[in-house]
């Protein structure tokens, strides 16, 4: 029913002119067997509307008397929606989005447009989408977070290269079973809901968006108890941070702080793509120069210690200098951090999360997130994915994990007690660099000490 207002401007014009309207409304589904209910009520409510709309079951399209259309269409292949590509459409619509790649509504999104000046007015897309989904990251994070207040029209105004300005608008409208009055007032419906695993109850029937259908965290993660307000931490609790490498894909750093009782803060993050050794060494001590940790005391880089990605010990084209053989590693050492190899231990390190992120008796986790810093923390853990070929490890494959793995070598380095891992290939090296790591944050580093960094001062 979003194109009433569009086929009801083509009519008025049809019935001025007796010419045939131009405009086009497609609702895509992943599969268009899904579409079966839609499709269904459209047989009931378009005959109504217009008594002379056609409908074509081959081609699955509508044709009201004016000429405007309502096609039903599909996008299970990955360049289905390319055959759009130039075409004129005056509305999109897409049945459960999250099913959707992005990059694929995008394309669809720019080929919403008019040659008539009245049917530009009335231009829309719409969606629906349920919580959970391979693709629900881009609706969570464009309506759901990104539509506040929720129920409110959203305007923001946009430049066009010429300097005019242009505004666009978006809303998210919530639905619960508790809107739709037969079946909450029936209550077989929320009853079977109530029987769900808890992660699916919260999906389901309270429409929780942290909850992602075949995430590896889906049944343990909670925003509301493992993510919490900074506060000031005591000057007195150790800091150390897990680093995971990345030269174009975002490089992430995590910091993190552990109380008397064991449990685990992660306090701040540095997201962004590594380029050198040098300049991400550099974004780090520009962190650390921001921090608002505690009102106590300020850390410094020879305070701390960090667990970093092997990998980056391996030397990059874009770390080499002239003549020179460094590394990722060895340029972040150069700006002055002290940094070991991490454990790299999968199943460990899955372990370690699935540990922290457990209930204990008083019915709190032993890992916290500071939610006003560390964004792609919280955004990327909730919705990685089980690996499809073993349901016991994190998808290796998954684009956004750059966060997770920097949690985990940090917590590989404070495991809970009673839970030391070991690396599986029996790694001494790793061992021994972990236990002088410790040793040196015991002791107090001599004014003499250097370190080697492969680059020439």
Known sequence: MACVAQLALCHAKWLATKRKQRGRYIIFRKNVKNLADIIQRAEELYPVIDPGAKWNVMEKRWTFTSGYKVDFAHLDGPNDHLGYHGQE????????????????????????????????????????????????????????????????????????????????????????????????????????????????????????????????????????????????????????????????????????????????????????????????????????????????????????????????????????GSGGSATPAAGIQWCGWRIFPANKDRAAGNEQVLERLLKKPNGKPSLFIFGDRCPNLIRTLPVLMSDPRNPEDVDPDAPDDHAFDALKYLLLDWPVQGTRPKDKQGDQDVERWLAMAARRKELSESPGDTITTGYGD
């Open 89 to 320: 459409l005056t509305g999109v619509g897409i049945d459960q989005a999250e099913e959707i790649a992005n990059e694929v509504r995008l394309f669809l999104v720019m080929q919403v447009r008019s040659k008539d000046a009245d049917m530009r007015k009335l231009l829309f897309v719409r969606y629906t989408a349920n919580p959970g989904g391979p693709h629900a990251e881009w609706v969570k994070r464009d309506f759901i977070q990104g539509c506040r207040p929720h129920n409110t029209v959203i305007k923001s105004t946009v430049k066009l290269r010429n300097g005019t300005p242009r505004e666009v608008t978006k809303a998210f409208v919530p639905a619960t079973l508790y809107d739709n009055k037969y079946l909450a007032s029936d209550g077989t419906y929320e009853a079977n809901m109530m029987a769900l695993p808890e992660h699916l109850r919260r999906m389901y029937l309270e429409g929780d968006w942290d909850v992602v259908i075949g995430a590896y965290f889906a049944n343990l993660w909670s925003r509301d108890l493992h993510v919490i307000p900074s506060f000031s931490i005591p000057g007195h609790w150790p800091i150390k941070f897990g680093l995971d490498w990345g030269t174009t894909a975002p490089a992430c750093t995590l910091w993190g702080t552990r109380d008397n009782d064991g449990n685990v803060y992660i306090i701040d993050e540095l997201w962004r793509p590594g380029i050198t050794g040098r300049t991400y060494g550099a974004a780090m001590l520009k962190r650390l120069e921001l921090q608002k940790w505690s009102v106590e005391r300020k850390w410094t880089a020879k305070d701390m210690y960090g667990l970093i990605d092997r990998q980056a010990m391996a030397a990059t084209a874009a770390d080499v």
